[in-house]
C-alpha cells in the first residue's frame, strides 16, 4: 500500500496530503531502499525515454545520420519547447531528409512560459515541434527510416519499429516481454506497464553500465547515460527539478520525469537507479518529492542539499508572496 509521503500545512495543520511508492535498486536487481510498495504496477510513461532509443543508438544512428551528443539528448528528452529545444528537434529532421509536418505527437504549446509567450507575442503557430515528446518521436521516426519500413503509423504498436522498441525495454527493464503490458502515451506512442522496481532496475543499469550487464548495448547504454548528463537542460528545461539536480551534483545524479508523478533517478557509476510515484499523479509534488528522497536516500552533499533547498524552498507562499505553509517530508 502506499505511504504518506508529503504533507501540504497551513497555519501548522495539514491540509493536503500526497501518498507514494518508492523502489532504489542496484544493479544486482537488490532493493536497497523501499518506500511503500517497491513493486507498484504503473505506466512508465516519459522516464521509459532513454530505452526506447536504445534499438537507434545501438544500431548506428547516431553515426549514420551524424547525430550529436547534444542532439541525442533531445532524443530522449521531455523538453520544455525552448528555442534551442525546437532548433534540434527540427536540425534532427533536417538530416532526416524532413520537417516537423512528419510529426505524429500531436501539437501542443511549450511547457515553458517564457517559450509560449514568445510564440504569442510573435504570432508563430504552434506546432508538433513544440511538443514535449518531438524529440523522442524524431527518433522513433529515424529508427522506422533505418529498418527501411514506412514512416506512416510509426506511433501504432504494431509497426516494426515499435515492435522493435518494445523488445529493448523489456530487455532494459528484465521484464519477460509475455509480462510488459502497454497502453497509449500523451502522445500517441505506446507506453509501458511495469514494476517500480523493474523502472529502478533499468536506471541502475544505465547509471553504471560496467555494472549493468548489458552485452552488446554497453556502448549504447553509456553513451545514453552521458548525454543526459552533460546535456541536462535539453533533457528538461529552465528552471524544472530534471535540470536542478545534474546541475547540482554536476551530472552526477540523472533525472528523468514521467507524466502524471512518475519519476526515475540514475546515480552516475554508483550502480543505483530509483524510481516513484505519487499516488495522485501531482505535477506539484514532485520538485520536492524528488529533494525528498535524494536526502532520505543521502545521496546529496550538505551543498547540493542546501542549493536546492534555496531553488526550491518547502515552503507555500500566497499571491502576495507571503509565506502561508510548509512542504514536509514524512516518510
Not at 61 to 68: R, T, V
Amino acid at each position: 500500500m502506499s505511504e504518506v509521503v508529503l504533507h501540504y500545512t497551513r497555519a501548522g495543520h495539514v491540509e493536503n496530503i500526497h501518498r507514494g511508492d518508492i523502489a532504489a535498486v542496484n544493479c544486482a536487481g537488490e532493493v536497497v531502499h523501499g518506500v511503500g510498495n517497491a513493486y507498484l504496477p504503473m505506466f512508465w510513461r516519459s522516464a521509459a525515454k532513454p530505452f526506447q532509443a536504445l534499438p537507434f543508438v545501438k544500431n548506428g544512428g547516431l553515426e549514420k545520420y551524424n547525430i550529436s551528443e547534444e542532439e541525442l539528448a533531445i532524443l530522449v528528452s521531455s523538453h520544455s519547447g525552448e528555442e534551442n529545444h525546437v532548433e534540434l528537434v527540427r536540425g534532427i529532421l533536417k538530416k532526416l531528409g524532413l520537417d516537423e509536418t512528419v510529426l505524429d505527437c500531436g501539437v501542443l504549446r511549450p511547457l515553458n512560459g517564457k517559450a509560449y509567450k514568445k510564440l504569442l507575442l510573435a504570432g508563430e503557430p504552434i506546432t508538433a515541434v513544440h511538443n514535449q515528446c518531438s524529440g523522442k518521436h524524431s527518433q522513433i521516426i529515424a529508427l522506422a527510416i533505418m529498418l527501411g519500413v514506412p514512416v506512416e503509423g510509426y506511433i501504432r504498436p504494431e509497426h516494426p519499429a515499435q515492435k522493435l522498441i518494445f523488445k529493448h525495454v523489456a530487455m532494459a527493464s528484465k521484464m519477460p516481454e509475455e509480462k510488459l503490458e502497454i497502453g497509449i502515451d500523451g502522445c500517441g506512442v505506446p507506453v509501458f506497464y511495469l514494476p517500480l522496481y523493474n523502472m529502478a532496475l533499468a536506471y541502475a543499469r544505465l547509471s553504471t553500465p560496467k555494472k549493468g550487464d548489458w552485452g552488446e548495448y554497453e556502448l549504447a547504454a553509456t553513451k545514453i547515460r552521458d548525454a543526459m548528463s552533460k546535456y541536462p537542460q535539453v533533457v528538461s528545461g529552465t528552471g524544472r527539478i530534471d535540470l536542478a539536480v545534474p546541475e547540482v551534483t554536476k551530472g552526477r545524479i540523472i533525472a528523468k520525469i514521467g507524466s502524471d508523478a512518475v519519476y526515475c533517478l540514475a546515480v552516475k557509476d554508483e550502480d543505483l537507479g530509483i524510481a516513484f510515484k505519487i499516488e495522485d499523479g501531482s505535477f506539484a509534488a514532485i520538485t520536492p518529492m524528488v529533494i525528498a528522497v535524494l536526502k532520505k536516500f543521502d545521496l546529496l552533499t550538505k551543498d547540493e542539499a542546501d542549493e536546492l533547498d534555496k531553488k526550491f524552498p518547502p515552503t507555500l507562499k500566497n499571491h502576495r508572496g507571503e509565506i502561508i505553509g510548509t512542504i514536509e517530508t514524512v516518510f
